[in-house]
């Protein structure tokens, strides 16, 4: 019988030691949204951060993803994510207002004019610790690993002219509940709760007149063929992406690859906002090069707009305090990280 000395037993007890490590490294993550392959959104956000965390974690961490409604209906990705069908889910505020409205203020049409500026505010109030995460996504059983917020919404019209302020009146207008419905509705518009994915064809057969949409998001989407008119230079609303992974999960994985998660998820958001940017520009162009006219308001009506929609943020906030919820707080402390 071969006997084993200490120098090769101490060999032999690092290799097992590192051998367990690496074993307990390994992580496949289960992923879902409904962004449809190709999707800016998808590409840009989701999939540099899985490239990042597969990169920073040499191969240890993959994943499975589910794009496209894969895994179930938009509304429904946040209860896959609490009940582990998914480990990590596109969670829209917009979508589950009944269950996260506070994290919906990222879609008021606050002081910001692009994606950037309002998305470094938000992951100021909602990253793990901060005052949106204690008072909503952490009690829901949440922790936020990245977000977006999406340039400015203008609006674009199926087969109406826009010439002026009374023309939004009545007007069936696509919006994705919580906070735009007040938007739609302080311009005399009839807010239709609709996702994204459903658009298209409501524009088509004429159930909606228009849209509140960001200009990157109609194109993936194949909307703007069914356009004629739009808004330019407005904050209407925006909407918050946000992708999260439970608290069970997370607590579940190793220091070693929450910090991997982490420290992806922060270049992922700031990556996101920037490429979300540019495409702003260039698809604006791209949507009018299809047949789409910009127009501009008339400086009453732009003051008339503005005015109105001012009245937004202080609405959405009184309707959730008395519901008991700490929306004052949580809008002052966005307006306050947003920049001045």
């Given at each position: 019988?071969?006997?084993?000395?200490?120098?090769?037993?101490?060999?032999?007890?690092?290799?097992?030691?590192?051998?367990?490590?690496?074993?307990?490294?390994?992580?496949?993550?289960?992923?879902?949204?409904?962004?449809?392959?190709?999707?800016?959104?998808?590409?840009?956000?989701?999939?540099?951060?899985m490239e990042e965390v597969t990169r920073m974690s040499d191969g240890g961490i993959t994943f499975e993803y589910?794009?496209?409604?894969?895994?179930?209906?938009?509304?429904?990705?946040?209860?896959?994510?609490?009940?582990?069908?998914?480990?990590?889910?596109?969670?829209?505020?917009?979508?589950?207002?009944?269950?996260?409205?506070l994290s919906a203020v990222g879609e008021l049409p606050e002081g910001f004019s692009t994606s950037c500026e309002g998305t470094k505010a938000y992951w100021e109030i909602a990253k793990p610790g901060n005052i949106l995460d204690q008072a909503e996504?952490?009690?829901?059983?949440?922790?936020?690993?990245?977000v977006m917020v999406l340039p400015p919404y203008q609006i674009y019209t199926g087969d109406r002219a826009i010439e002026g302020l009374a023309s939004f009146e009545g007007m069936k207008l696509r919006a994705t509940g919580g906070a735009m419905e007040i938007t739609a509705r302080k311009l005399g518009a009839v807010p239709v709760q609709m996702p994204a994915p459903e658009v298209r064809e409501a524009i088509s057969r004429g159930t909606l007149d228009a849209v509140l949409f960001p200009a990157s998001s109609l194109l993936p989407?194949?909307?703007?063929?069914?356009?004629?008119?739009?808004?330019?230079?407005?904050?209407?609303?925006?909407?918050?992406?946000t992708y999260m992974i439970s608290q069970k999960k997370w607590d579940a994985l190793s220091p070693e690859n929450q910090k991997i998660l982490s420290e992806a998820g922060e270049a992922a958001t700031m990556h996101g906002c920037?490429?979300?940017?540019q495409l702003n520009t260039t698809d604006k162009k791209t949507i009018a090069d299809g047949g789409v006219k910009f127009v501009d308001f008339s400086a009453?009506?732009?003051?008339?707009?503005?005015?109105?929609?001012?009245k937004?943020?202080?609405?959405?906030?009184?309707?959730?305090e008395a519901q008991g919820k700490p929306a004052r707080k949580i809008l002052d402390a966005f307006r306050n990280a947003l920049p001045k």
């Open positions: 019988m071969l006997k084993i000395t200490k120098i090769a037993k101490g060999i032999l007890g690092l290799a097992l030691t590192t051998a367990a490590s690496t074993a307990m490294a390994q992580e496949s993550l289960r992923i879902g949204d409904s962004f449809p392959v190709g999707h800016y959104i998808s590409e840009n956000l989701t999939k540099f951060w589910f794009p496209a409604q894969q895994m179930g209906k938009v509304k429904d990705l946040l209860s896959l994510t609490q009940t582990g069908v998914l480990d990590i889910g596109y969670v829209a505020p917009a979508y589950v207002a009944d269950k996260m409205p996504i952490a009690q829901a059983g949440m922790r936020l690993l990245m989407y194949e909307i703007v063929p069914h356009l004629k008119e739009a808004t330019k230079g407005m904050n209407f609303a925006s909407f918050v992406v920037e490429i979300a940017d009453e009506d732009t003051t008339k707009i503005n005015a109105l929609l001012a937004v943020g202080s609405e959405w906030a009184d309707g959730l």
